[in-house]
T-cell receptor, first 117, second 112 residues
Framework: GAVVSQHPSRVICKSGTSVKIECRSL??????MFWYRQFPKQSLMLMAT?????????EQGVEKDKFLINHASLTLSTLTVTSAHPEDSSFYIC?????????????FGAGSRLTVL | AQSVTQLGSHVSVSEGALVLLRCNYS??????LFWYVQYPNQGLQLLLK??????LVKGINGFEAEFKKSETSFHLTKPSAHMSDAAEYFC??????????FGQGTELSVKP
């Protein structure tokens, strides 16, 4: 079945540094990838939608300069948290929409837990 | 716009008892509905989905859900709970080419 790999699974960084999280579709091409953020005991909040080769579409209230999204190929999207601060600590989850049959079923990565000291 | 409401942030059942997790949706277009499960510090796993066709859908691990348009509901059930079912469950809605919108989640606890 469709598999999405997310890396790193855990990252700890100092305040002010930037962190990059990768999301790869391993056995299918993803026309669209989505990035979600999840706070403890809460639901997933959509941050942005990225389409291969075009700029990401950010949800209201999400700072595009803080959360840089690149979708350079049909199998890779990256989220870079720039100048991270403790309030950016969260669980970030990506998902991918395949092209063709099954396009309405997203496959999720295992998530990346970011802790900013 | 689409939205999802999950009734009950926490549900507790005894092992072997019926599991019922409630989900109601709002959508101005034909919805696609999903149930996902999340174990601690992990991503989401698809349990089942409704897109078109049969309104009673069966998923993995013995779960099933029924799409009831008249009630705008998509409740998740399992006849007999197992300890391994303890997790967070999310109902989600989308439409053709749309974004996936999640409900608030329901934490299921299973007592021995």
């Amino acid at each position: 079945g469709a598999v999405v790999s997310q890396h790193p699974s855990r990252v700890i960084c100092k305040s002010g540094t930037s962190v990059k999280i990768e999301c790869r579709s391993l056995d299918f091409q993803a026309t669209t990838m989505f990035w979600y953020r999840q706070f403890p005991k809460q639901s997933l909040m959509l941050m942005a939608t990225s389409n291969e080769g075009s700029k990401a579409t950010y949800e209201q209230g999400v700072e595009k300069d803080k959360f840089l999204i690149n979708h350079a190929s049909l199998t890779l999207s990256t989220l870079t948290v720039t100048s991270a601060h403790p309030e950016d600590s969260s669980f970030y989850i990506c998902s991918a929409r395949p092209r063709g049959p099954g396009a309405n079923v997203l496959t999720f990565g295992a998530g990346s837990r970011l802790t900013v000291l | 716009a689409q939205s999802v409401t999950q009734l009950g942030s926490h549900v507790s059942v005894s092992e072997g008892a019926l599991v019922l997790l409630r989900c109601n949706y709002s959508s101005s277009v034909p919805p696609y509905l999903f149930w996902y499960v999340q174990y601690p510090n992990q991503g989401l796993q698809l349990l089942l989905k409704y897109t078109t066709g049969a309104t009673l859908v069966k998923g993995i691990n013995g779960f099933e859900a029924e799409f009831k348009k008249s009630e705008t509901s998509f409740h998740l059930t399992k006849p007999s709970a197992h300890m391994s079912d303890a997790a967070e469950y999310f109902c989600a809605v989308t439409h053709e080419g749309g974004k996936l919108i999640f409900g608030q989640g329901t934490e299921l606890s299973v007592k021995p």
